[in-house]
């Protein structure tokens, strides 16, 4: 061990030994010349959150418990931490998705869970209940509203996809990350003949392809695919996180169209316009260029929800690139449409030497009728009257 190291460590327990008998100034000020020294041992940024707590300093606890989980963002002790501050600041949606997060640590890794942890992680659990319970409760009372009018007939798919959205009953493959409609055939690659836009679209893939290939030189406005916070756990998106080996052009964004990138290409926007992509507030229509480099591999992964579909118009494929949905392997054909669900598991690779680009965008799964499309969007709605716009739920 070096001397840094050696002397990081000293004072750090001398920091420790003044945390014990509450003098929090004098243990603030040991663990912060420890991480000065040596900022990557995560307890040391814990115990600096604790003193910082015990002298009222709500933001400076804030930034420690960030500090923690970018060093190790699955410890359990962090993310607890984490929740408990969020929870004692009034910000219950930001905590309940941090406390979700540690109780799937702790599923997950039931060894990391020590007698000291359990009344915090009790806690979790009590808070994650009543928040579901608060959250069920005002989307039952909101839909009911917006069902009004409305055959009951032609929601019945729709009332078991909320039961299976808030837990109230179990879902099977597919498997989004966001909302599970109920009742809809998981199907891999969807027939040609289910949208009638297609071929409109293909017609014009010149053009898009022009709009494309003209946006590459544009890159201010192109960014990775991928911007994840860094105290997140990223699992399989570690590695393209931030990384511009998988990029995107984004022409709509969040359901609105994202400047300057539209207005410079108009043609691909007035071809989108013949689609019938879904509206969700803040969330859909999207469409975007996305660029794949090089030897690049986008691994297996779902997406949000099953009521709404992924195409993709390829408008550069070189060889060696392809689209694997569930068992269905499927190489890019230029100017071709692909239309699949994306909530069954998915990877994507470019194993060329080239760039790939492919237009990509969502459309509404074509077995919803307009009843239950009209709920889905009244669903989004609800759920950011929850929230809040800036929380905004996976659907």
Same mark, same amino acid.
């Given at each position: 061990?070096?001397?840094?190291?050696?002397?990081?460590?000293?004072?750090?327990? *001398?920091?420790v030994?003044? +945390?014990? !008998?509450?003098?929090? /100034? &004098? #243990?603030?000020?040991?663990?912060? @010349?420890? =991480?000065?020294?040596?900022?990557?041992?995560?307890?040391?940024?814990?115990?600096?959150?604790?003193?910082?707590?015990?002298?009222?300093?709500?933001?400076?606890?804030?930034?420690?418990?960030?500090?923690?989980?970018?060093?190790?963002?699955?410890?359990?002790?962090?993310?607890?931490?984490?929740?408990?501050?969020?929870?004692?600041?009034?910000?219950?949606?930001?905590?309940?998705?941090?406390?979700?997060?540690?109780?799937?640590?702790?599923?997950?890794?039931?060894?990391?869970?020590?007698?000291?942890?359990?009344?915090?992680?009790?806690?979790?659990?009590?808070?994650?209940?009543?928040?579901?319970? *608060?959250?069920?409760?005002? +989307?039952? !009372?909101?839909?009911? /509203? &917006? #069902?009004?009018?409305?055959?009951? @007939?032609? =929601?019945?798919?729709?009332?078991?996809?909320?039961?299976?959205?808030?837990?109230?009953?179990?879902?099977?493959?597919?498997?989004?990350?966001?909302?599970?409609?109920?009742?809809?055939?998981?199907?891999?690659?969807?027939?040609?003949?289910?949208?009638?836009?297609?071929?409109?679209?293909?017609?014009?893939?010149?053009d898009?392809?022009?709009?494309?290939?003209a946006?590459?030189?544009?890159?201010?406005h192109?960014?990775?695919?991928?911007?994840?916070?860094?105290?997140?756990?990223?699992?399989?998106?570690?590695?393209?996180?931030?990384?511009?080996?998988?990029?995107?052009?984004?022409?709509?964004? *969040?359901?609105?169209p994202?400047?300057?990138?539209?207005?410079?290409?108009?043609r691909?926007?007035?071809?989108?316009?013949?689609?019938?992509?879904?509206?969700?507030?803040?969330?859909?229509?999207?469409?975007?260029?996305?660029?794949?480099?090089?030897?690049?591999?986008?691994?297996?992964?779902?997406?949000?929800?099953?009521?709404?579909?992924?195409?993709?118009?390829?408008?550069?494929?070189?060889?060696?690139?392809?689209?694997?949905?569930?068992?269905?392997?499927?190489?890019?054909?230029?100017?071709?449409?692909?239309?699949?669900?994306?909530?069954?598991?998915?990877?994507?690779?470019?194993?060329?030497?080239?760039?790939?680009?492919?237009?990509?965008?969502?459309?509404?799964?074509?077995?919803?009728?307009?009843?239950?499309?009209?709920m889905?969007?009244?669903?989004?709605?609800?759920?950011?009257?929850?929230t809040?716009?800036a929380?905004?739920?996976?659907?």
């Amino acid at each position: 061990m070096s001397e840094s190291s050696n002397e990081a460590q000293g004072r750090a327990l *001398d920091g420790v030994q003044w +945390l014990r !008998q509450r003098q929090f /100034a &004098a #243990a603030a000020e040991c663990f912060r @010349e420890s =991480l000065q020294l040596d900022p990557s041992v995560t307890p040391v940024w814990l115990h600096l959150a604790m003193a910082e707590r015990g002298l009222g300093r709500r933001d400076e606890e804030g930034l420690a418990l960030t500090k923690a989980l970018e060093t190790h963002p699955f410890d359990l002790m962090a993310l607890l931490l984490k929740g408990n501050w969020l929870e004692r600041g009034g910000q219950p949606h930001a905590a309940v998705k941090v406390y979700r997060g540690a109780l799937t640590v702790a599923e997950q890794s039931p060894a990391a869970v020590s007698p000291d942890l359990q009344p915090l992680l009790d806690r979790a659990r009590r808070f994650a209940a009543t928040y579901q319970a *608060d959250y069920s409760a005002f +989307l039952d !009372q909101q839909m009911a /509203a &917006a #069902a009004e009018g409305l055959a009951p @007939e032609e =929601l019945a798919r729709f009332w078991q996809t909320l039961d299976i959205h808030l837990g109230r009953r179990q879902r099977f493959d597919p498997q989004p990350m966001g909302l599970f409609y109920a009742r809809l055939a998981p199907t891999e690659f969807f027939e040609r003949s289910r949208f009638p836009w297609i071929e409109g679209l293909e017609a014009q893939t010149a053009d898009i392809r022009a709009e494309c290939l003209a946006a590459l030189g544009d890159e201010a406005h192109i960014t990775p695919y991928l911007d994840y916070d860094p105290d997140q756990p990223l699992q399989q998106w570690a590695e393209l996180n931030r990384n511009p080996r998988w990029s995107a052009y984004h022409l709509l964004k *969040d359901g609105l169209p994202l400047q300057p990138n539209a207005s410079r290409c108009p043609r691909t926007l007035a071809a989108l316009a013949a689609v019938d992509q879904p509206v969700q507030q803040g969330r859909t229509p999207v469409a975007m260029y996305s660029l794949l480099k090089p030897r690049t591999h986008i691994p297996p992964h779902v997406g949000i929800s099953n009521a709404r579909l992924v195409a993709h118009l390829p408008l550069v494929v070189p060889r060696d690139c392809a689209l694997r949905v569930g068992s269905t392997t499927h190489a890019w054909r230029p100017g071709e449409v692909c239309v699949f669900d994306d909530t069954i598991e998915h990877e994507a690779w470019n194993r060329s030497d080239e760039l790939r680009a492919v237009l990509i965008f969502d459309v509404w799964h074509p077995d919803l009728n307009e009843a239950e499309r009209r709920m889905i969007s009244a669903l989004a709605r609800a759920t950011d009257a929850f929230t809040g716009a800036a929380a905004a739920m996976p659907l």
